[in-house]
């Protein structure tokens, strides 16, 4: 491990992916939450999870338009099979095993999707280390993540049920179940992506975001709440970005030629400067500086934005037909189970604490676990079966009123 958090390898894991293969008959037999699983995807209805897309990976062999008829035969077909990886899909308009029997196969729901990869934030970590798994050190950029995405799409579109996921290794998916964003539209899908993507380009780029002179109120809100905070605490204090050579040129490269030259020549001439104070010193000398100029855009935000805000691979969100791997499923490279996240302990949650294939064996031979609900997976699948518990509360909800409404519409025909 580095200074900074930034594994190469977990050595906590010491599993080969034979050893990971091997284990996954006895994890879908015993861990693997067949019922929490289907009760989520099914919404309470066979019809619906029969018209579900779900793929599966096996030995490297990818199997698409598998559907599952009932709890039973999802679980039959798990167990036996033991997937290396299971990828959830759409709901289309016919069962996806008649997928080349009909000429109108289409998707009609899917919830909206997020995933992001630690990868991506390789340029604005201060360690030259690339991150291959998620530590609690590395963490803090994830949570951040999802603490703003869930803002934005909780406050700007009004959704309510959303799931966060931790991959297994180095990434977060996002699951908007709400009965509304189910039925979305590709061209709404995208336009959702686009608002919320802020920070492009690649590694190399100077500035990856184009921000207004003044923020929108509502990167406002997370600006201000989420972001700057964080950025000022993990990075400039805890990472001590201003002290590395690499993202002192990077920062520098933000600001008026003026105030580079300035700060340059400053920090040269320190003897015990710290990341901090010319962190501030930036803030005091920017502010002086644009109180001269009209409209002047703050590249103070450009860099805590590109630091900080989350970075979207949006074209997993645009199109419904996409798929998205499993939650509970197994990570191949690491053996740990892909897990909810509890979006209140969010910024508490330890990746290297999640259960893996081993570690569940281990509990059945040291006190003999029997299931999920005597493990380590218990409090996992609880933060699942509460979350089905009110998506499908809301949807009988909404399916109820719909009804109420065409019913009225009927009697006024």
Not at 106 to 132: G, M, N, R, W
Not at 317 to 344: A, E, Y
Request: with cysteine; hydrophobic share 35%.
């Amino acid at each position: 491990m580095t200074d900074n958090g930034m594994d190469v390898e977990d050595e906590s894991l010491n599993l080969s992916p034979s050893e990971i293969k091997l284990s996954l008959d006895l994890y879908y037999k015993k861990f693997f939450p067949h019922q929490s699983m289907y009760n989520w995807l099914s919404y309470g209805d066979d019809e619906y999870l029969s018209r579900r897309e779900f793929s599966t990976t096996m030995d490297d062999i990818y199997i698409r338009y598998k559907t599952f008829s009932n709890v039973d035969g999802m679980k039959t077909d798990i167990i036996k099979s033991r997937p290396d990886k299971i990828d959830i899909g759409a709901v289309y308009n016919t069962s996806p095993a008649n997928h080349t029997k009909v000429s109108n196969f289409a998707p009609q729901e899917k919830e909206l999707v997020f995933d992001i990869d630690a990868t991506d934030y390789s340029d604005v970590f201060v360690s030259t280390e690339k991150t291959s798994f998620i530590t609690s050190l590395t963490w803090p950029l994830m949570s951040v993540a999802i603490q703003v995405l869930d803002d934005l799409l909780r406050n700007d579109f009004g959704f309510e049920h959303i799931m966060w996921v931790f991959s297994g290794r180095r990434g977060i998916h996002g699951w908007v179940c709400d009965r509304a964003a189910r039925q979305l539209p590709n061209s709404a899908r995208s336009a959702i992506a686009e608002y919320l993507q802020v920070v492009t380009g690649h590694d190399g780029s100077a500035n990856k975001v184009n921000l207004k002179n003044t923020l929108h109120p509502s990167l406002k809100r997370v600006y201000d709440n989420i972001l700057h905070p964080m950025f000022l605490q993990y990075f400039v204090e805890e990472q001590q970005l201003l002290m590395d050579p690499k993202h002192i040129e990077n920062i520098l490269k933000f600001f008026p030629e003026e105030i580079r030259n300035n700060a340059q020549e400053s920090w040269e001439g320190e003897k015990n400067g710290n990341s901090m104070d010319r962190w501030l010193s930036l803030e005091t000398t920017f502010k002086n500086y644009s109180a001269k100029k009209r409209n002047w855009k703050n590249p103070l935000h450009d860099i805590v934005f590109t630091y900080t805000y989350p970075r979207l691979d949006i074209n997993v969100s645009k199109q419904m037909n996409h798929l998205l791997k499993s939650p509970f499923v197994i990570h191949p490279g690491t053996g740990r189970v892909c897990v909810p996240i509890d979006i209140k302990n969010v910024t508490s949650f330890q990746p290297e604490k999640v259960p893996t294939v081993a570690t569940l064996r281990e509990e059945i031979d040291r006190k003999g676990a029997e299931n999920f609900s005597s493990s380590l997976m218990q409090p996992y699948v609880k933060i699942l079966d509460e979350f089905v518990k009110k998506t499908h509360l809301d949807d009988q909800r909404s399916k109820a009123a719909e009804r109420k409404l065409k019913s009225q519409s009927d009697l006024d025909f």
